[in-house]
């Protein structure tokens, strides 16, 4: 069985966002008419506390955009962004997949960020979508959403590596494209095994 993983099509990725992704709503119809191929649909949904360690307000004298070392690793200081109970953390409203099934939550933990559907940024700590799509008897994935770069590429690298196939649907994805990381998402994802896909493509 193959399911539809939709990564973080909420508002603050959408222009008028506070972490707005270029041409981030225009994926939107294509998502949704995507969506109705699948019988399986899982969201994923950016949900910071407020102060997140991964804002830059939270590390004084550090600009957005900068990278900074944290315990777990190399981390990009964002703008406040998808925080919990907020409008902008919310699914975008012309996101239209009533029949979607699971809702994974990630980003929740004041020190560690999250950009992957499957571990948060330690690379260890599963969200539990890897046990679920086990469960659910999922061997197959594919992946649309924003960011290309980080959130959908994090995603994609880690369903590889949890023995998934793995398809990417490129027209249902936009980048944040910073110093690179778009070209370089794309190598690497497609270095370990996903593979890139038009929506007509899509063996599904
Ligand atoms: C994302 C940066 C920070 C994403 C989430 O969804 O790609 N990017 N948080
Ligand atoms: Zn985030």
Known sequence: MTALIVVDVQNDFCPGGRLAVAGGDQIIPVVNALGRRFQTVVLTQDWHPAGHSSFASHHPGRNQFESVTMPYGEQVLWPEHCVQGTRGAEFHPGLDLPHAQAIIRKGYRSGVDSYSGFFEADRMTPTGLGGYLKERGISRIAIVGLATDFCVNW??????????????????????????????????????????????????
Not at 182 to 195: C, E, F, I, N, P
Request: with cysteine; proline share 4%; hydrophobic share 40%.
């Open 155 to 204: 995603t994609a690298q880690d369903a590889v590596r949890s023995g998934l196939e793995t398809f990417v649907v490129e027209e249902a994805c936009r980048g944040i494209d910073l110093d690179g990381s778009l070209a370089r998402a794309w190598s690497d994802m497609t270095a370990l095994g996903v593979r890139r896909f038009t929506p007509q493509e899509l063996p599904m």
